[in-house]
């Protein structure tokens, strides 16, 4: 019997600039993660986004117009990133 392949979510998480801890996150939908690909260029090896990248704040307004997360924590990191669901 084959196995399924696993289902990938993303999440924009959050980590404090002083210990590196995740502090926040936030799911993204698939649907979502196609539009962030227009603000956040992904590798050229990696399209659907499965590894980790830095959301700079200059591109925050267009991060919140797809995501509804409001303004970004001045003491946090920003990353988007990918992991296997449960």
């Known amino acids: 019997m084959e ?6 979510v993303w999440s924009l998480d959050g980590f404090s600039k002083q210990d590196e801890f995740l502090r ?5 939908s698939r649907e979502q993660i196609i539009q962030l690909r ?3 260029t992904p590798d050229a090896g990696d399209p659907w ?17 797809i995501l509804h997360c409001g303004p ?6 920003y990353m988007i990133s990918a ?3 449960d």
Do not use: K, R
């Open 49 to 65: 986004m499965l590894g980790c990248y830095a959301v700079p704040l200059s591109a925050w307004p267009a991060v919140d117009a």
């Open 72 to 77: 970004p924590d001045q003491t946090l990191d």
């Open 24 to 28: 926040t996150g936030l799911p993204i």
């Open 83 to 85: 992991g296997a669901a």
């Open 38 to 40: 227009e603000v956040i």
């Open 3 to 8: 196995a399924e392949a696993p289902h990938v």
